[in-house]
C-alpha cells in the first residue's frame, strides 16, 4: 500500500490519478488532496470520497501536502506556481511523481539539486517513456533522444496559415483531452519545447542529442536510440493513465490501467520533421535552455502570459511565440540561481510580456 498525495487534484491529472487509486485500492490510499480553487465543488467531492488526512485550497496547501510524510507526492499542478510544492517534496524527501514539468524547467539545477537519485518520476507521457525505454541499455550506449509530437490541431500549415486562428480551433486537439493552457501550448508546440528542456534536465543529455519528429497519432510517446543503431520504442494508445500510474508505482507497472494496441489490426506510424518556420517555438525552447540559469523560467512565464491574453482575445495566435522570444531578448540571465531569483525572473517576464501586449514596451 502506498501512500499518495495528489496536488491539484481537480485538473486532468489530477482527476485520472483519482480514477487511478479508485480501482486499485488495495495498492494506494489518498493521504492528501489539494487543488488550485476553480472548482471548489469538485474538490468537495473528492474530499469526502477518498477521506485524506489533509485537504486545502491554494499554493500553501499544496507545499503543505508535499511536506508530509508519504510514498508518493504526485505534483499535477499546471504553472509556475508547482514550483515551491516541488522543492517541498523533495526537500521533504518524498518520491515526487512530476506532472508540473514547469517546476522543473523554472528551477532547473536548483531542482536537481535537492533531488537524490530517482526521487523524481516523470510523468509526462514523453518522459515516461524515455524513462521505460531507457531501462533497454546504459546512459554510455544512448546516441539520442527523440520526443514525438502530434502536431497538434494545426500540423501542416504554414506560418501565415496560422494568423487567424481561433481560440476554440486551438482547443481541439486531435488526440489528446488536456486542460486549456496545455492544450494550446500543444497548439503552439511550445509543450514541446518545455519538454524538450525538461528531457535534458532529467535525464542529462545534452540539447544537441535531442530531437522531436510528428507523429500524429500519438501511439508512439518517445523513443530512445542507441549507438549500435537499435530504438527502443514505448506505444500504448494515447491515455495519460499510463504515466500516472507509473508514476504512482514506479517502477511497478499497474495490471489493467488501459487498453493496449490492438496489434490484431493493421497498424500505420508516420513520422515527420518539424516545421521550424511555422512553429518556431522548439528552437526558441532549445536557445532558452542552453542559455540556463533563469531563461527556461521566462519563456514558461511570458508563454502562460500570452496564453491566457490569447484566451481573452487580446493577442493572436501567431504571435504567441514572437511575443515569448522578445521577451526573452530583453532578459539578462543572472550568475547565480536561487528560488527568489527565479519568482522576481518569472514576475518580470510576465510584467514585461504584458507590456509588449499592450505596446506600452
Known amino acids: 500500500m502506498r501512500d499518495v498525495a495528489i496536488l491539484g487534484s ?14 486499485n485500492p488495495d495498492r494506494f490510499r489518498v493521504v492528501a488532496l489539494t487543488a488550485g480553487g ?8 473528492q474530499v469526502a470520497e477518498l477521506a485524506p488526512a489533509y485537504s486545502g485550497l491554494g499554493e500553501d496547501a499544496s507545499i503543505e501536502a508535499a511536506s508530509m510524510y508519504c510514498d508518493v507526492v504526485l505534483n499535477g499542478i499546471t504553472g ?35 533531488a537524490a537519485p530517482g526521487q523524481i518520476v516523470p510523468v509526462d507521457s514523453e518522459h515516461s517513456a524515455l524513462a521505460q525505454c ?21 500540423r501542416g500549415r504554414t506560418r501565415e496559415e496560422l494568423a ?60 530512445v536510440e542507441f549507438v549500435d543503431g537499435s530504438t527502443l520504442v514505448q506505444a500504448s494508445p494515447p491515455t495519460m493513465l499510463i504515466p500516472i500510474a507509473l ?21 500505420t506510424w508516420e513520422f515527420f520533421p518539424l516545421d521550424d518556420e511555422a512553429f518556431p517555438a522548439v528552437a526558441l525552447a532549445r536557445s532558452a535552455g542552453e542559455r540556463g540559469a533563469t531563461a527556461p523560467a521566462v519563456y514558461n512565464a511570458a508563454n502562460e502570459v500570452c496564453v491566457e491574453e490569447f484566451r481573452r482575445g487580446r493577442l493572436v495566435f501567431a504571435e504567441i511565440v514572437p511575443t515569448v522570444k522578445a521577451v526573452l531578448s530583453r532578459h539578462d540571465v543572472p550568475s547565480e540561481v536561487t528560488v527568489e531569483g527565479i519568482l522576481d525572473a518569472d514576475a518580470w517576464a510576465r510584467e514585461t510580456a504584458r507590456q509588449l501586449i499592450e505596446g506600452t514596451k
Do not use: C, Y
Not at 531507457?134 to 494545426?154: D, I, K, M
Open 10 to 23: 481537480t485538473g486532468s491529472i489530477g482527476t485520472q490519478a483519482i480514477e487511478i487509486v479508485r480501482a
Open 38 to 45: 476553480s472548482n471548489p465543488g469538485l474538490f468537495e467531492e
Open 80 to 114: 509556475a506556481v508547482g514550483l515551491r510544492p516541488t522543492l517541498a517534496a523533495l526537500d521533504a524527501g518524498n518520491t515526487l511523481a512530476l506532472a508540473n514539468k514547469e517546476s522543473l524547467i523554472m528551477g532547473g539545477p536548483l531542482v536537481l539539486d535537492r
Open 134 to 154: 531507457l531501462r533497454g541499455g546504459s546512459a554510455e550506449e544512448v546516441r539520442r533522444l527523440v520526443l514525438t509530437a502530434s502536431g497538434g490541431p494545426f
Open 164 to 223: 487567424g486562428v481561433t481560440v476554440e480551433e486551438a482547443l481541439a486537439h486531435p488526440t489528446w483531452d488536456m486542460g486549456p493552457v496545455v492544450t494550446i501550448n500543444s497548439a503552439t508546440l511550445v509543450n514541446k519545447g518545455l519538454e524538450v528542456i525538461e528531457a535534458h534536465l532529467l535525464f542529462g543529455i545534452p540539447f544537441d542529442r535531442i530531437e522531436v519528429v510528428v507523429h500524429p497519432t500519438s501511439v508512439v510517446h518517445s523513443m
Open 247 to 267: 508514476g504512482l508505482a514506479w517502477p511497478d507497472r499497474v495490471p489493467g490501467t488501459a487498453p493496449p494496441v490492438d496489434w490484431s489490426r493493421p497498424q
